[in-house]
């Protein structure tokens, strides 16, 4: 899940990509106020849609095919586990002391009796994953989503988040930024886009078989959750109002734009 | 219904993706299935549902019926197209407002169409819909199980109950909120979230986009041709 360090040996991929498919804006569309950066973003999203389908979707299903399931667990397992270190650190940042301890008591159980973490048994005994990451963290401290991002090879993120990535690669210890030895370092990160992938292959079935445009299924989904993480729990009273746009005032054959 | 959670997720193209993005799909993955448990399906051998009990009361006991027949029928679980369509039709659409997902999501739009094309439009989406549980149903497993959250704030028109729903033994929990409103027959389900995101909302700028390039027959046709 952390190929973040990809990101420096990608900018090039990301100019060039850019430069190909960049300009092509939607046709005929306003853009949408929380993604002015549309035609550049949809020619990354299909670079990286391309390089996913030559390369990360075949070695993925290889990957699921060719090692048995509790050995997968286990990596996914062990990934996730230095990942709560991390979004431990985070709920506290924001001021959320119950996903703080809540999230610190997983990973001291789970690296105890779960053995290194091979072995959830937290999430067995009812203690749910809180997953949380830098970029939350700015949001509950006030900063905007800023515009929505799509990064090469990393997919969906924003302005905001993509800083938050930033910290994430120098703070989260399953960016494995901290190991020294390069070439553990290296085989660490191959393994964590693959189990991050593998993890992935039935939810991106599933946009394939239902979404009419997936980009922007996928970026309203990235923009909702993220919303969703802002909020926190107390947010959940929050409801999306949907009757805005049923009034018959709206004029005809204008897109939608959502906050 | 439950479909629209997967959806939810990922994309190709984020695969290698942010860690957050990455954790938030593949739950959503799971819990698409989850969901289409908890809404799918009511078993025959249990009491039908009753859309005028509690809002909670009336989500635990779809759910119920629906996880006990996905657990006993191997044609669901192996994603039978005509079963599971078979059996949306018979469990699942009394207790869910197609048309009323489908005019959300169609927003202002819904008004400019005829009543042959909102017709149409509900039946294509709602093949969208189906498409999505037929491949989550496939795993359902023993371990499936839900667990409705408390409910908060007072019984409206228009509410919100909450659950949990693990969707195969030792899989992380997955939130799946469901939104209904209070119609002359009970509870009606409208709209389902999974981990933070809305199915309608999450249709929204696709169906607007559609509709823009090629008119509501465009959109209804894009719905149809996907569900070939």
Same mark, same amino acid.
């Given at each position: 899940m952390?190929?973040?360090?990809?990101?420096?040996?990608?900018?090039?991929?990301?100019?060039?990509?850019?430069?190909?498919?960049?300009?092509?804006?939607?046709?005929?569309?306003?853009?949408?106020?929380?993604?002015?950066?549309?035609g550049?973003?949809?020619?990354?999203?299909?670079?990286?849609?391309?390089?996913?389908?030559?390369?990360?979707?075949?070695?993925?299903?290889?990957?699921?095919?060719?090692?048995?399931?509790?050995?997968?667990?286990?990596?996914?397992?062990m990934?996730?586990?230095?990942?709560?270190?991390?979004?431990?650190?985070?709920?506290?940042?924001?001021?959320?002391?119950?996903?703080?301890?809540?999230?610190?008591?997983?990973?001291?159980?789970?690296?105890?009796?779960?053995?290194?973490?091979?072995?959830d048994?937290?999430?067995a005994n009812?203690?749910?994953?809180?997953?949380?990451?830098?970029?939350?963290?700015?949001?509950?401290?006030?900063?905007?989503?800023?515009?929505?991002?799509?990064?090469?090879?990393?997919?969906?993120?924003?302005?905001?988040?993509?800083?938050?990535?930033?910290?994430?690669f120098?703070?989260?210890?399953?960016?494995?930024?901290?190991?020294?030895?390069?070439?553990?370092?290296?085989?660490?990160?191959?393994?964590?886009?693959?189990?991050?992938?593998?993890?992935?292959?039935?939810?991106?079935?599933?946009?394939?078989?239902?979404?009419?445009?997936?980009?922007?299924?996928?970026?309203?989904?990235?923009?909702?959750?993220?919303?969703?993480?802002?909020?926190?729990?107390?947010?959940?009273?929050?409801?999306?109002?949907?009757?805005?746009?049923?009034?018959?005032?709206?004029?005809?054959?204008?897109?939608?734009?959502?906050? | 219904?439950? +479909?629209f959670?997967? !959806?939810t997720?990922?994309? &190709? @193209?984020? /695969?290698? *993706? =942010? #860690?957050?993005a990455?954790? %938030?799909?593949?739950?959503l993955?799971?819990?698409? +299935?989850?969901?289409? !448990?908890?809404?799918?399906? &009511? @078993?025959? /051998?249990? *009491? =039908? #549902?009753?859309?005028?009990? %509690?809002?909670?009361?009336?989500?635990?006991?779809?759910?119920?019926?629906?996880?006990?027949?996905?657990?006993?029928?191997?044609?669901?679980?192996?994603?039978?197209?005509?079963?599971?369509?078979?059996?949306?039709?018979?469990?699942?659409?009394?207790?869910?407002?197609?048309?009323?997902?489908?005019?959300?999501?169609?927003?202002?739009y819904w008004?400019?169409?005829?009543?042959?094309?909102?017709?149409?439009?509900?039946?294509a989406?709602?093949?969208?819909?189906?498409?999505?549980?037929?491949?989550?149903?496939?795993?359902?497993?023993?371990?499936?199980?839900?667990r409705?959250?408390?409910?908060?704030?007072?019984?409206?028109?228009?509410?919100?109950?909450?659950?949990?729903?693990?969707?195969q033994?030792?899989?992380q929990?997955?939130?799946?909120?469901?939104?209904?409103?209070?119609?002359?027959?009970?509870?009606?389900?409208?709209?389902?979230?999974?981990?933070?995101?809305?199915?309608?909302?999450?249709?929204?700028?696709?169906?607007?986009?559609?509709?823009?390039?090629n008119?509501?027959?465009?959109?209804?046709?894009?719905?149809?041709?996907?569900?070939?």
């Amino acid at each position: 899940m952390k190929a973040r360090r990809s990101l420096a040996r990608a900018v090039p991929a990301l100019t060039l990509a850019a430069a190909v498919a960049g300009c092509a804006a939607p046709q005929g569309q306003q853009p949408d106020p929380r993604d002015p950066w549309e035609g550049f973003n949809r020619g990354v999203y299909k670079f990286n849609d391309t390089v996913d389908r030559a390369v990360l979707r075949p070695v993925a299903e290889l990957y699921t095919f060719a090692a048995p399931e509790p050995a997968r667990n286990c990596v996914h397992n062990m990934f996730s586990n230095l990942g709560d270190l991390w979004s431990a650190a985070n709920s506290f940042l924001q001021g959320r002391g119950h996903d703080f301890v809540n999230t610190l008591g997983r990973f001291l159980f789970n690296t105890t009796m779960g053995v290194g973490g091979c072995f959830d048994v937290a999430s067995a005994n009812g203690a749910r994953r809180i997953p949380n990451d830098f970029g939350v963290t700015l949001g509950v401290w006030g900063l905007g989503q800023g515009p929505y991002l799509v990064l090469p090879f990393l997919g969906s993120s924003s302005v905001r988040d993509g800083v938050g990535l930033g910290v994430d690669f120098v703070g989260d210890p399953a960016s494995m930024s901290q190991v020294d030895n390069v070439r553990l370092r290296n085989s660490l990160w191959g393994l964590e886009v693959v189990d991050t992938r593998a993890s992935l292959l039935e939810a991106s079935k599933t946009v394939d078989r239902t979404a009419l445009d997936p980009y922007s299924f996928v970026r309203d989904a990235y923009l909702q959750r993220r919303a969703a993480q802002v909020r926190g729990s107390k947010g959940q009273d929050e409801l999306p109002d949907y009757s805005i746009e049923d009034d018959d005032d709206a004029p005809p054959a204008q897109p939608q734009s959502k906050p | 219904m439950p +479909l629209f959670a997967t !959806a939810t997720a990922t994309t &190709a @193209a984020a /695969a290698p *993706a =942010a #860690p957050r993005a990455a954790l %938030a799909l593949r739950r959503l993955c799971a819990a698409a +299935l989850a969901v289409l !448990a908890a809404l799918a399906l &009511a @078993a025959p /051998a249990q *009491a =039908a #549902p009753d859309p005028n009990a %509690a809002p909670n009361d009336f989500v635990a006991q779809v759910a119920d019926q629906a996880l006990d027949v996905l657990k006993k029928d191997p044609q669901l679980r192996s994603g039978d197209i005509a079963r599971v369509n078979q059996v949306v039709d018979q469990y699942v659409l009394p207790y869910v407002d197609f048309e009323r997902t489908t005019r959300l999501a169609a927003g202002r739009y819904w008004r400019q169409a005829t009543p042959q094309q909102q017709q149409a439009l509900s039946q294509a989406f709602r093949g969208t819909l189906v498409r999505t549980y037929s491949g989550a149903l496939a795993n359902v497993d023993q371990g499936t199980s839900i667990r409705m959250l408390p409910f908060r704030g007072e019984v409206g028109d228009d509410v919100v109950v909450r659950s949990q729903i693990v969707p195969q033994a030792n899989a992380q929990p997955v939130g799946v909120d469901y939104r209904m409103a209070r119609t002359e027959q009970g509870w009606k389900i409208y709209d389902l979230n999974v981990e933070g995101i809305w199915l309608i909302q999450n249709y929204r700028n696709q169906f607007s986009q559609q509709i823009n390039q090629n008119g509501i027959d465009g959109l209804i046709q894009a719905l149809n041709q996907r569900n070939q």
